[in-house]
C-alpha cells in the first residue's frame, strides 16, 4: 500500500470534538504506524546520506513507498513536525505550530519536534516510539513523564541547548490513556504493555504448575526451565503481524522483543542468562533475495547451553533451530552472518578451536 502523508493529514483534519492535543496524538501514531527506522544507519552505511535525506509531505507523494518509510530521526522529526504545521495552517490556526529542535549543520545529533499550543510546550519524539505505536504499545515519547525528559536533555546537548529555558508540559499516563481513547488507538481497551504485565504475573503464579509440564530434558535446573519456557512462549505468542503494511521492520521488531524481555526476565534470570543478538541475512518466501534479519541466542552459562531463535519469514514469527538445523541453512545459503565475530557459540567455539591448533 503506497503511504500517503496527504491522506493522513486529511484524516486528521477530519477529526471532529477533539482538542488539538488530541488531533496532534492522532497525527503522530498516524505517522508512527508509516515509518521504520533504516537499520543501515545502525551499521554505519551511508550515514551521511541517509541522515541529510529531506523527507517533505511533497516528496513522500511523489515517491512510491509502500507500507514504510524507512529513515532516522531528523527526516522523522521534520516529517512530523511540517504535517503538524500543515495542520495549523488549513484550520487557520495561529495557537498551533511546531518547530525542528536539536538540529546543527554538519553534524548528525538526535532531532526532536517540539510542538506549541498556545503557551504551552510539548516535547515529540516520534522516531524512539515507533515499534510501540506499530505493536499497539503505551507511547513513552510523546509529551514525556518528567523524568524521561530530563534523561533526553541529559543525552543529547544540543536538544538541551534549545530547550534549555523552555518549559515542557508532561502529559501523565492517565489522561495519554484518555486521549488514545478517544482518538481510537486503543480501540480494544488495553496495550500490548498491560498483556504483558498479566502473562508475567500469570507465569509466577503458575511456576510450579509450569515446571511439572516442562518436557525440556536439555536443561537441569528448575530456574532455567522456567527462563526457556518464558523465551518459548514470548516468541511463539507476540509474533509480528501478518498484513505487509503493519509488519514491523527489523530495528522495531528487535526493540520490540527487547521490551518484552526485559520485562518479563526477573534480575535473577538475567543474571543467569546472555540473550545474544546476531545479525544476519536470510532468504526471503521466494528464496530470490536477502532480508535483514536477527537470530536470538540465549545461553544458560551455568549450564554450558544455548538455544537459538531464527526469524521466519513465512510464520512471520521466530522458531526455534538447533545447531545442526542452522548449519545446514547456512551451507544452503539460506543464512548468512553479517559479523565474523557475531555468531552463535558454536561457531565462535569452532573459530577458537581453529585458531588454537595452528
Do not use: W
Not at 541475512?281 to 521466494?286: L, M, N, Q, R, T
Not at 521466519?312 to 552472518?337: A, F, H, P, R
Request: one cysteine or more.
Amino acid at each position: 500500500m503506497k503511504v500517503s502523508i496527504n491522506e493522513i493529514i486529511k484524516e486528521v483534519l477530519e477529526l471532529e470534538d477533539v482538542k488539538n492535543i488530541d488531533r496532534v496524538k492522532k497525527l503522530y501514531i498516524k505517522l508512527g504506524n508509516v515509518l521504520a527506522y533504516d537499520i543501515k544507519y545502525l551499521r554505519f552505511e551511508d550515514m551521511e546520506k541517509i541522515y541529510n535525506k529531506m523527507f517533505t509531505v511533497k516528496s513522500v507523494e511523489r515517491a512510491i513507498y509502500q507500507n514504510k518509510i524507512e529513515t532516522i530521526c531528523k527526516p522523522i522529526a521534520e516529517l512530523l513536525t511540517e504535517s503538524i504545521n500543515k495542520i495549523a495552517e488549513e484550520r487557520k490556526d495561529k495557537n498551533m505550530k511546531a518547530k525542528v529542535v536539536g538540529y546543527e549543520k554538519d553534524k548528525q545529533n538526535h532531532v526532536v519536534t517540539l510542538l506549541t499550543l498556545g503557551k504551552r510546550n510539548y516535547y515529540l519524539d516520534l522516531s524512539k516510539d515507533l515499534y510501540r505505536i506499530q505493536k499497539n504499545m503505551r507511547t513513552k515519547y510523546f509529551a514525556p513523564e518528567k523524568e524521561v525528559f530530563e534523561n533526553e536533555l541529559e543525552n543529547y546537548d544540543s536538544i538541551k541547548k534549545e530547550l534549555e529555558d523552555v518549559k515542557c508540559i508532561s502529559i501523565p499516563k492517565e489522561k495519554q490513556e484518555k486521549i488514545d481513547k478517544k482518538i481510537k488507538y486503543l480501540e480494544y481497551g488495553i496495550y500490548t504493555d498491560d498483556v504483558i504485565e498479566m502473562l508475567k504475573k500469570e507465569i509466577e503464579e503458575e511456576k510450579e504448575n509450569i515446571i511439572k509440564k516442562i518436557k525440556e530434558e536439555n536443561l537441569e535446573k528448575k530456574d532455567n526451565k522456567i527462563i526457556k519456557f518464558k523465551a518459548d512462549f514470548v516468541f511463539n505468542h507476540f509474533t509480528n503481524n501478518y498484513k505487509e503494511k503493519d509488519s514491523l521492520k527489523t530495528e522495531e521488531l528487535r526493540k520490540f522483543y527487547s521490551k518484552i524481555f526485559g520485562s518479563i526476565f526477573t534480575k535473577k534470570e538475567k543474571d543467569n542468562i546472555n540473550l545474544r543478538k546476531i545479525d544476519v541475512e536470510i532468504k526471503d518466501d521466494k528464496n530470490t533475495r536477502n532480508v535483514d534479519g536477527i537470530l536470538y541466542e540465549l545461553e544458560f552459562i551455568r549450564e554450558n547451553k544455548s538455544f537459538y531463535y531464527n526469524y521466519d519469514l513465512k510464520e512471520k514469527k521466530y522458531l526455534e533451530n538447533s545447531k545442526e538445523e542452522l548449519i545446514q541453512m547456512e551451507n544452503q545459503g539460506k543464512i548468512k552472518y553479517r559479523y565474523k565475530n557475531n555468531v552463535p557459540k558454536f561457531k565462535r567455539d569452532k573459530n577458537k578451536e581453529d585458531r588454537n591448533s595452528r
